[in-house]
């Protein structure tokens, strides 16, 4: 398995065009890296990073049974071993293609390795194709390309679709201990766990286990498609292999920039043997202790048309180390979802450069999420997360909460001195980082320049939390035509600028998202001391439900949270029209004491809103009182109307 003599080559980019073979260019020892860089064949220079060297480099390394494996690096270091090196194993019907945004984002601080598997891309096809794609021969194969790219030091294996069946084996196989010092799956199961999953179910059934099965013998139909024989390849080569990078676009919103290569056609009639070399055998006769022996990262995309969530509920028996991420994405994430890839996959090999990889114990922080907090850090960790109106109340309970999660959070207020406050907080709950942001989001101008400067220092947010408010009280005809400019500008505004900027920018980055608008359950329950905050609320609850249908398409989901009373302090802080100062100050005493009374904390409603991202909820009543109402207004809205009437007691 040592490396090719003669066929280093460096090209400007990762994919097969422009990346011929150069000639002369001596390779290392048997485990050691290739030796001088060769331009491209035309003998011209090759593109470059601002230091000089070359972005990319491809070279030829042999693999099992002498099949040579074309293998791209990405911001190879000036020094050998000065960075941890990353290897990334593509899945079925792919190439190594499939990382090039992954990689390109990943090179600025690690050694990244990409390889064409086997059959695949620029790589041999191993003869006879039946028992080629063995993974003992697979497992050899990735032993051959971390010897060359890191002899001395070992990789950290990132794996999709079947690079993470691939990965599994890696990481479970003795020869491999000691060459691999992390595992990040996505979307791709350990076939000896999925057996096991499959044999408890099968022995030990229940109409749940029973679902679970026939639901992902459901998923799994191509893979019976792909045992058939010859059918497949001529499908591959036929129709299906031409409309494949549409239908992909289509069903997955994967960009078509230069993934599918043109050899897709071919990679996926070889692939197929992927499935019958080792499926049928592994699945009926799974290894029985494939314990992993390095750290694991899973990636779990909950919109996945093939693998259902379920198959890794046994995980922690296989997996001592295991961390869990989720994304609502679909199946090709690697696509679809590069940035929060990355940015999972690096802080996951720092923490295990660095010696930690442990979660927090839910038992030990229970400042808001308390026994939550598991499932969160599964879907929020290092995610961008801006919230306004932060300073206090909702808005600090809900950044505190995704600060818990591990989300990087911004903490918006006009209150300089509340949003600061709430930013060191969240770094001591656990935010991976934290900023605060002095901004009226009233100001129109104000909230371009801050969506402008948040894109640009910290990225497009992945959750946005319009829940900057006031309060207004007083009938209709003793509000002015100045207070009701007020509180639409903060209450209604505030949200439309929020979900317009951050809406646009989540839409055209392409990777999904969501939207929190902080409504209350005054959006369905009318009062007569309430008509001006009303009606912002419930503007803002149908603004939610008419961006819900028109963002869908873009995977940007919205959710409208409508909470009851709740123990703030905006009661002490809402005005009431029509009143002297005195009689002001005597119903903001009254609010707050009957608001307090009720004592229900805005950290309940901080847990509300992190459920509804992840669940997708559109419309969310909090408090019993907000639930009650939104019933009524189901089923009896002429009751809310007679409560309507009733002047309440402030």
């Known amino acids: ?98 990382w090039s945004a992954v990689a390109e984002q990943l090179s600025d601080r690690f050694h990244v390795v990409s390889y064409d598997v086997r059959g695949h891309g620029r790589s041999d096809a191993p003869q006879p194709l039946r028992g080629g794609f063995t993974l003992e021969k697979l497992t050899q194969d990735f032993l051959a390309v971390a010897d060359a790219v890191s002899p001395d030091r070992p990789v950290h294996l990132v794996g999709h679709d079947w690079g993470s069946v ?24 350990s076939l000896d766990h999925f057996g096991h999953w499959i044999n408890r179910r099968v022995r030990r059934p229940t109409p749940r286990r029973a679902a679970q099965l026939l639901g992902q013998g459901a ?6 498609a792909l ?7 001529l499908a591959w080569r036929g129709p299906l292999g031409r409309q494949w990078p549409k239908m992909l676009a289509r069903a997955e919103k994967v960009p078509s920039d230069g993934y599918p290569t043109a050899s897709l056609p071919q990679d996926a009639a070889h692939g197929a043997w992927l499935y019958r070399d ?32 379920r198959l890794y509920d046994d995980l922690d028996r296989w997996v001592p180390r295991l961390t869990r991420r989720t994304l609502p994405a679909k199946h090709w994430v690697p696509r679809s979802r590069p940035d929060q890839l990355v940015r999972w996959i690096a802080d996951f090999v720092g923490a295990t450069e660095g010696g930690d990889t442990a979660e927090p ?46 989300a990087r959070v911004v903490a918006v207020d006009r209150d300089a001195e509340g949003a600061g406050s709430t930013a060191a907080a969240a770094r001591r709950a656990g935010a991976a980082d934290a900023w605060p942001e002095v901004v009226d989001v009233a100001d129109a101008d104000a909230m371009e320049k801050f969506a402008a400067r948040t894109a640009d220092l910290r990225g497009v947010p992945d959750v946005v939390v319009n829940n900057a408010g006031i309060g207004l009280a007083g009938s209709f005809l003793d509000t002015t035509p100045e207070d009701w400019k007020q509180v639409l500008d903060v209450n209604l505004w505030g949200v439309i600028h929020g979900c317009r900027l951050f809406g646009r920018q989540m839409a055209e980055r392409g990777q999904g998202g969501h939207i929190v608008n902080t409504a209350s359950a005054a959006a369905f329950q009318p009062s007569r001391a309430l008509p001006a905050y009303s009606t912002s609320k419930a503007a803002v609850l149908m603004l939610s439900e008419c961006l819900r249908a028109e963002l869908a398409p873009h995977g940007i989901g919205v959710s409208a949270i409508c909470p009851g009373l709740v123990n703030t302090a905006i009661t002490g802080s809402a005005r009431h029209a029509g009143v002297s100062d005195e009689e002001q100050e005597r119903r903001r005493a009254r609010s707050s004491q009957l608001y307090s009374l009720r004592n229900y904390p805005p950290e309940k409603v901080a847990r509300a809103v992190l459920r509804a991202v992840r669940r997708d909820t559109a419309v969310v009543p909090v408090t019993p009182e907000a639930r009650g ?16 009437r009733v002047d309440p007691p402030l």
């Open 1 to 98: 398995m040592d490396e090719t003599d003669g066929t280093d080559s460096t090209v400007g980019g990762s994919g097969p065009e422009g990346a011929g073979r150069a000639n002369g260019a001596p390779a290392g020892g048997a485990h050691g890296a290739a030796g001088g860089e060769a331009t491209g064949g035309d003998g011209g220079g090759v593109p470059a990073d601002r230091t000089g060297r070359a972005r990319v480099r491809e070279r030829f390394v042999t693999g099992a049974g002498g099949v040579r494996l074309c293998v791209a690096e990405h911001g190879v270091p000036d020094l050998p071993g000065s960075a941890p090196t990353l290897v990334l194993v593509h899945g079925y019907p792919d190439s190594k293609e499939v």
């Open 166 to 189: 691939q990965g599994w084996e890696f990481a479970t196989q003795p020869s491999t201990e000691g060459r691999i010092a992390s595992f990040t799956s996505i979307s791709g199961p």
């Open 219 to 224: 998923k799994s139909w191509y893979v019976y």
């Open 278 to 309: 080792n499926v049928r055998q592994r699945l009926g006769h799974p290894r029985p202790d494939p314990t992993s022996h390095v750290p694991v990262l899973l990636i779990t995309p909950t919109r996945d048309a093939f693998l259902s969530e």
């Open 361 to 406: 114990d839910p038992d030990a922080v229970r400042t808001v999420l308390g026994r939550g907090l598991p499932a969160a850090r599964e879907r929020f960790a290092g995610q961008l997360v801006v919230v306004t109106g932060a300073a206090s109340g909702i808005g600090k309970a809900t950044a505190l909460a995704f600060a818990e999660a591990g």
């Open 629 to 644: 109402a939104r019933l009524l207004s189901r089923l009896s809205p002429g009751a809310l109307r007679a409560l309507a």
């Open 227 to 233: 045992h058939t024989p010859v059918l497949p390849e």
